[in-house]
T-cell receptor, first 116, second 112 residues
Framework: GAVVSQHPSWVICKSGTSVKIECRSL??????MFWYRQFPKQSLMLMAT?????????EQGVEKDKFLINHASLTLSTLTVTSAHPEDSSFYIC????????????FGSGTQLSVL | GENVEQHPSTLSVQEGDSAVIKCTYS??????FPWYKQELGKRPQLIID?????GEKKDQRIAVTLNKTAKHFSLHITETQPEDSAVYFC???????????FGTGTRLTIIP
């Protein structure tokens, strides 16, 4: 299947700092990527839709100034958690769509963020 | 918006037996229903999906059935093996929109 690479796989940071997470489509171009967060033993919740060359679309309740998304190329989307706090600690996962007759979504490997 | 409910939340099955996980959705416009398997700390892996123009799809030991009228779909795993132990998520979307709404997950444990 298609490969979506996410980096870093885990990060520990101090409260108040910013953290950037990268999501890359390695063997296809992704005009749209999606960012999810997942708390322990819970489901994946869509945070925002990242569109190449335009502003991201955020889900209700997600602070766009808190979670900055940039989709500057067809293979890279970044999520920056600004001024991170302990409650931002979570598993963040991106996904990208593979276009074609049989469109599917593939997920990155996820980033475990721990804010101290 | 779409709302997806998933049952049961936990399921233990003897190795070799079958496992069934059920999901219901609320938006009749949804027409794409994937199932994902997630092992601890890892990414969700697409295991099977179905579109609303078919009622059933099978891939070896895994099958998915869809009842559009009742707005529910189910995952069936036959001849379960220990490596089937994981958390399984159903999801629903309008194909072309790709905004997946996930179910709450089912933790499947296969008992050797």
């Amino acid at each position: 299947g298609a490969v979506v690479s996410q980096h870093p796989s885990w990060v520990i940071c101090k409260s108040g700092t910013s953290v950037k997470i990268e999501c890359r489509s390695l063997d296809f171009q992704a005009t749209t990527m999606f960012w999810y967060r997942q708390f322990p033993k819970q489901s994946l919740m869509l945070m925002a839709t990242s569109n190449e060359g335009s502003k991201a679309t955020y889900e209700q309740g997600v602070e766009k100034d808190k979670f900055l998304i940039n989709h500057a190329s067809l293979t890279l989307s970044t999520l920056t958690v600004t001024s991170a706090h302990p409650e931002d600690s979570s598993f963040y996962i991106c996904s990208a769509r593979v276009r074609g007759a049989d469109e599917k979504l593939f997920f990155g490997s996820g980033t475990q963020l721990s804010v101290l | 918006g779409e709302n997806v409910e998933q049952h049961p939340s936990t399921l233990s099955v003897q190795e070799g037996d079958s496992a069934v996980i059920k999901c219901t959705y609320s938006d009749s416009a949804s027409n794409y229903f994937p199932w994902y398997k997630q092992e601890l700390g890892k990414r969700p892996q697409l295991i099977i999906d179905i579109r609303s123009n078919v009622g059933e799809k099978k891939d070896q030991r895994i099958a998915v059935t869809l009842n559009k009228t009742a707005k529910h779909f189910s995952l069936h795993i036959t001849e379960t093996q220990p490596e089937d132990s994981a958390v399984y998520f159903c999801a629903a979307a309008y194909f072309g929109n790709e905004k997946l709404t996930f179910g709450t997950g089912t933790r499947l444990t296969i008992i050797p």
